[in-house]
């Protein structure tokens, strides 16, 4: 099986729950849904199907409480595997979870459904893990195709306007760090940030009503040609040293109070979207520094850091 697809063409999720009663509900909410879902009844056959085929899903839902291998344990397991360290996981957790929800956020859980199960919730979460998931599959399939001259870049300086834009600078300059693999989506956060928050305004209450509306993406189209808007560029420094890459992003908004949003807040962990700095902050870059406005952010990769640090394939 090849990127999280079935056969018939559909994506692929894998439940993981002791509970087969658990299991069976998960099971028809999504695929009623149009998912293909498999089931795990524990944590050591969600491994097992892991390491037959780490390709094979999306996403994973994975109960926290389990005899056995927990949730937790799980999850440890996955993010020593660099094949599987970026499928993303949605933990189910007791409805009075929060120690439970900042301990999972510390080791990269980013969605979480509350039990007793909403439909709604489960069907909002899943799909914004889903997208997420296959966007930075998208953007990991643009930097192999770039030629490995880029590593010898070490000063540049951009400028682009549109979300399109963004994504194909990400990979450029990803491209130009293939130290770092995954930083493609913490860079594509960070610049489409800029855009989306910055030069457009669009502020986090606005994207939650757009995207429960179906009009995110028709909304940024929009605010792209307001004569307001059309002149409005993001720049992008990009700088390599021997042990060190820097990535500056400045854009021409009024800014914003960027330190809600350095760490996830449990409060968000139920929502579409509001991932986009802690993600980033968790892929790639070792550090992310703002300007006291917010309009400037500063991307570091500790290039020696990192190559001690690195996880291996298990």
């Known amino acids: ?72 344990d799980v999850l440890l397991h996955l993010k020593k595997d660099r094949r599987l360290r970026h499928v993303p996981v949605i933990m189910q957790t007791a409805i009075d979870g929060q120690e439970e929800i900042v301990d999972g956020i510390r080791n990269g859980v980013f969605y979480y459904l509350v039990k007793p199960i909403q439909r709604e919730l489960l069907l909002s979460i899943t799909q914004a893990a889903v997208q997420d998931h296959s966007q930075y599959r998208r953007l990991m399939e643009e930097v192999r195709k ?14 682009y306007r549109t979300p399109q834009e963004a994504n194909l600078l990400a990979v450029m300059l990803a491209s130009a760090v293939p130290e770092v693999p995954s930083l493609v989506l913490g860079l594509s956060e960070l610049l489409m940030n800029a855009v989306e928050h910055g030069n457009l305004g669009i502020s986090y209450q606005e994207k939650s009503e ?28 990009y700088t390599r040293m021997p ?13 914003f109070d960027w330190r809600r949003y350095m760490d996830m807040d449990p409060s968000r962990v139920f929502e579409a979207h509001g991932r986009g700095i802690a993600l980033a902050r968790k892929t790639g870059f070792t550090a992310i520094e703002y300007q006291e406005r917010g309009n400037v952010v500063m991307g570091l990769v500790d290039l020696a850091r990192i190559a001690l640090s690195e996880p291996k394939t298990t």
């Open 146 to 159: 770039y030629t490995d001259a880029l590593v010898l870049m070490n000063d540049a300086r951009f400028r």
């Open 243 to 255: 042990e060190m890459v820097a990535v500056t992003i400045i854009d021409q908004g009024v800014g």
């Open 210 to 237: 757009l995207i429960a509306a179906g009009e995110w993406i028709g909304e940024i189209e929009r605010r792209l040609e307001l004569p307001e808007n059309k002149r409005k560029t993001v720049e992008v420094v």
């Open 1 to 72: 099986m090849k990127n999280g697809l079935s056969s018939s063409g559909q994506t692929r999720l894998l439940v993981v729950d002791d509970e087969a009663f658990n299991r069976e509900i998960l099971t028809v909410l999504l695929e009623n849904a149009g998912y293909a879902v498999d089931q795990a009844a524990g944590g050591q056959e969600c491994l097992d199907r892991l390491a037959a085929d780490p390709d094979a899903y999306d996403a994973i839902l994975l109960d926290r409480m389990m005899p056995g291998l927990s949730g937790m």
